[in-house]
T-cell receptor
């Protein structure tokens, strides 16, 4: 079974530039998550999709971050303009149907450095 | 709101030593609890989870965790660690009414010396 795919794996940008990350979840998984993991901390949920609808985006800095999941499969997370404090690993994850007992499957992450 | 606290940021053990990593959560209702592991250079993956039933949960690679509801704890244990257990361990909680939204602790880095 193919896992969660993410790209790019690494990105270095200057502050105020923009960046986009792409995610392809496990086939058949209805729920898709984007987490931000700052060095030394645990993953923090940014946004959760159920199919192509947003379930929770309460922790997404909407003035600079946006995410979409068109057609309920792939997803894109965009940051514009980037700030130094956005340097982190952006983890995409998916689960079968988003119920609380579901296992979350993670991708390898996209490492962002903002200079 | 749900939250997780992991007490140890970095643990260093010798091979064959016993391991216990602490995890306490805060949530006022029924919870599901998870331990995830991230080996060097790899992605986060599930180690074990508590959903319901027997509070002693066994996972992969000889790990187990015990859910103690009265203490709001879900500590991870292994009787004898190996060098290959060197990794970062994350505890996560998901309240039963929170629609699959897991909150993670800040992780414990385990280093096992050969």
């Amino acid at each position: 079974e193919a896992g969660v795919a993410q790209s790019p794996r690494y990105k270095i940008i200057e502050k105020r530039q923009s960046v986009a990350f792409w995610c392809n979840p496990i086939s058949g998984h209805a729920t898709l998550y984007w987490y931000q993991q700052i060095l030394g901390q645990g993953p923090k949920l940014l946004i959760q999709f159920q199919n192509n609808g947003v379930v929770d985006d309460s922790q997404l800095p909407k003035d600079r971050f946006s995410a979409e999941r068109l057609k309920g499969v792939d997803s894109t997370l965009k940051i514009q303009p980037a700030k130094l404090e956005d340097s982190a690993v952006y983890l995409c994850a998916s689960s079968l149907d988003g119920t609380s007992g579901n296992t979350i499957y993670f991708g390898e992450g996209s490492w962002l450095t903002v200079v | 709101a749900q939250s997780v606290s992991q007490h140890n940021h970095h643990v260093i053990l010798s091979e064959a030593a016993s391991l216990e990593l602490g995890c306490n959560y805060s949530y006022g209702g029924t919870v599901n609890l998870f331990w995830y592991v991230q080996y060097p250079g790899q992605h986060l993956q599930l180690l074990l989870k508590y959903f319901s039933g027997d509070p002693l949960v066994k996972g992969i690679k000889g790990f187990e965790a015990e859910f103690i509801k009265s203490k709001f704890s879900f500590n991870l244990r292994k009787p004898s660690v190996q060098w290959s257990d060197t990794a970062e361990y994350f505890c996560a909680v998901n309240g039963a009414t929170n629609a699959g939204k897991s909150t993670f602790g800040d992780g414990t880095t385990l280093t096992v010396k050969p």
